[in-house]
């Protein structure tokens, strides 16, 4: 499965950005996808997850109400909106599937490059 992440950008804070991650396979919807970032010299953390049905979806405590993951897998996507960004949330944002319901790196098998959100104050 290769995963193409899109959708970065230069945004001022209080504004918003809508990622994309486009699958190659089509059996995306066989898999839990999640989002995770990378701040300059910070370890990668988990941003936001949805089931593979798109029936479950959570995320983290610092996105939550702001960001909304959504996945259509008759497209083979999966969708991350933020809102309210903030300069905290400046990182490269990477999509990864996987067959396991969990929040940690290790339950992911494939990651898409990265797409780099600056957000200015």
């Known amino acids: 499965v290769q995963l193409q992440a899109s959708g970065g950008g230069l945004v001022q804070a209080g504004g918003s950005l809508r990622l994309s991650c486009a699958a190659s396979?089509?059996?995306?919807?066989?898999?839990?996808m999640g989002w995770f970032r990378q701040a300059p010299g910070k370890e990668r953390e988990f941003v936001a997850r949805?089931?593979?049905?798109?029936?479950?979806?959570s995320t983290a405590d610092s996105v939550k109400v702001r960001f909304t993951i959504s996945r259509d897998n008759a497209k083979n996507t999966v969708s991350l909106q933020m809102n309210s960004l903030k300069p905290e949330d400046t990182a490269v944002y990477y999509c990864?599937?996987?067959?396991?319901?969990?929040?940690?790196?290790?339950?992911?098998?494939?990651w898409g490059q990265g797409t780099q959100v600056t957000v200015s104050s």
């Open positions: 990864a599937a996987g067959g396991l319901w969990t929040t940690t790196q290790e339950g992911y098998d494939y």
């Open positions: 396979a089509r059996t995306l919807s066989s898999y839990h």
């Open positions: 949805i089931s593979y049905r798109g029936g479950a979806s």
